[in-house]
């Protein structure tokens, strides 16, 4: 079974301009969460989304946003990118269950300049 | 709300030497405790998890037990090698329901290093 892929897997991009990041879960699964990885803050849950409804959401401001289709696939968007923003990007994917365990991808590093 | 507290790092050990990563949780309820490991450059692996108080959860020689009494989830291994370098991630899944949907809770992750 294929895992978790994550495209593009590097970004750079300048204030200001906006971003969108894809994420392929592994087949079968409905649930895809997103992560921020960085130095300073370690790893923060952006959101969650299950057959293409957002069902649960982190503390990030309304510049990040993100959309399921109906294959499972999903999309983060960041606009008006910060320096702040500068960090991996990971997405999980899982049965949706709620003891279910996350498989994560490879991420998506942004750099921001 | 939920919080994982890891014990700080970095970790420096000689290769066949016992490891022990020290994890302790606050949440509410009986969440679900994961391990994770990242290795350079890539994204996080399930290494190990536990469901209920007293699950031991194992794989590749690394152990953990679910200790509901004292709120940990402590990582061992008894003889760690090079290639176990890495950065280690404890993390809780709360079973709450609503805004505990896919939301995992890490700790701040502990850097590992093996030498020969």
């Known amino acids: 079974k294929a895992g978790v892929t994550q495209t593009p897997r590097y970004l750079i991009k300048t204030r200001g301009q906006q971003v969108t990041l894809s994420c392929s879960p592994i087949s079968g699964h409905r649930s895809v969460s997103w992560y921020q990885q960085t130095p300073g803050q370690g790893l923060q849950f952006l959101f969650e989304y299950f057959s293409e409804t957002q069902r649960n959401k982190g503390n990030f401001p309304g510049r990040f946003s993100g959309r399921q289709f109906s294959n499972s696939r999903s999309e983060m968007n960041v606009s008006t990118l910060e320096l702040g923003d500068s960090a991996l990007y990971l997405c999980?994917?899982?049965?949706?269950?709620?003891?279910?365990?996350?498989?994560f991808g490879p991420g998506t590093r942004l750099t921001v300049t | 709300g939920d919080s994982v507290t890891q014990m700080e790092g970095p970790v420096t050990l000689s290769e066949e030497a016992c490891l022990t990563i020290n994890c302790t949780y606050t949440a509410t309820g009986y969440p679900s405790l994961f391990w994770y490991v990242q290795y350079p450059g890539e994204g996080l692996q399930l290494l190990l998890k536990?469901?209920?108080?007293?699950d031991k959860g194992s794989n590749k020689g690394f152990e953990a037990t679910y200790r509901k009494e004292t709120t940990s989830f402590h990582l061992e291994k008894g003889s760690v090698q090079v290639s176990d370098s890495a950065v280690y991630f404890c993390a809780l899944k709360s079973n709450a329901g609503g805004t505990s949907y896919g939301k995992l809770t890490f700790g701040q992750g502990t850097i590992l290093t093996v030498h020969p």
């Open positions: 536990a469901t209920k108080a007293d």
């Open positions: 999980a994917s899982s049965t949706g269950l709620l003891t279910y365990e996350q498989y």
